[in-house]
């Protein structure tokens, strides 16, 4: 966790929590994404899950949280070691005075690969979809493609490389809530133009969905400014069919659902 927000790659701005300490008070968190860092070795390395914290005064790092993705922390006589994944040395700290381990991390930035094409390694490797670095030194070493000129291995990061692998939380199979009756919750949205327009001239769809029964109604309008006027003849048909009032409408607030009829 770190309270700098410069430091991030990524941000999800939207994640939010609180974080409690030995002595029992609480700090918010403002969000979580990924740091690059630079190490002795030159190379840079992505710390993923990294928490936004603003009101945090130093940046902490979590050795549990290392050994769960299968990192070897090595703690002897007055050095502690921390070893990835490939058991590579990727941090070595002293022992300070008052027996806490201080790293000072070098904060790294992606490579920008358009300033970075005239060089073969980076050529081929956007050529041929952003493949690892790993596996274009293995090609040519292998002679497995012809006309691939020798590729040194690199251990920056591709910024193209770092945003297509944010990560996202998978949408959920189903809503934390439901509707219990019908018309407790009605869905809208209106598309269009649609092209080419149907024989009639009609180039909009209005389609309204209840969210207890996901029974669906479909209209099909000339203009968008008729939707206030269909929404209305709806309301009013679907009230004398169910013997129950809609209770409420949600919308995506398109410039349709804010006009001043409407509101």
Not at 191 to 201: D, E, R, V
Not at 213 to 234: C, G, H, I, P
């Amino acid at each position: 966790m770190t309270g700098v927000r410069e430091h991030f790659k990524e941000l999800d701005e939207k994640v939010s929590g609180k974080v409690r300490f030995g002595d029992g008070s609480y700090i918010e968190i403002k969000g979580k994404g990924s740091i690059i860092i630079k190490c002795d070795d030159d190379k840079q390395r992505i710390i993923s899950h990294v928490y936004y914290i603003p009101d945090l005064k130093r940046n902490l790092l979590s050795l549990g949280q290392f050994t769960e993705i299968g990192c070897k922390v090595v703690m002897k006589d007055d050095e502690l070691r921390l070893y990835d994944m490939n058991n590579k040395i990727f941090m070595k700290v002293t022992r300070q005075r008052n027996r806490l381990y201080k790293a000072n991390l070098r904060i790294g930035t992606p490579v920008w690969l358009l300033a970075n094409l005239k060089e073969d390694t980076w050529l081929w490797h956007a050529r041929l979809g952003h493949l690892n670095f790993e596996s274009l030194r293995s090609m040519t070493q292998k002679d497995l493609v012809h006309g691939i000129p020798t590729i040194k291995h690199t251990t920056k990061i591709c910024d193209i490389c770092l945003i297509g692998k944010h990560s996202r939380a998978p949408f959920p199979k189903k809503a934390k809530t439901r509707s219990t009756s019908p018309l407790d919750l009605i869905y809208g949205d209106l598309c269009g133009p649609i092209t080419p327009p149907t024989p009639s001239g009609k180039r909009y769809i209005f389609l309204l969905v209840d969210d207890y029964s996901r029974y669906m109604w479909a209209y099909v309008l000339n203009m968008k400014d008729q939707a206030f006027d269909t929404f209305k003849e709806f309301k009013k048909s679907i009230k004398n069919e169910l013997r129950t009032t809609l209770k409420m409408l949600r919308t995506d607030r398109g410039g349709e659902f804010t006009s001043n009829e409407f509101t």
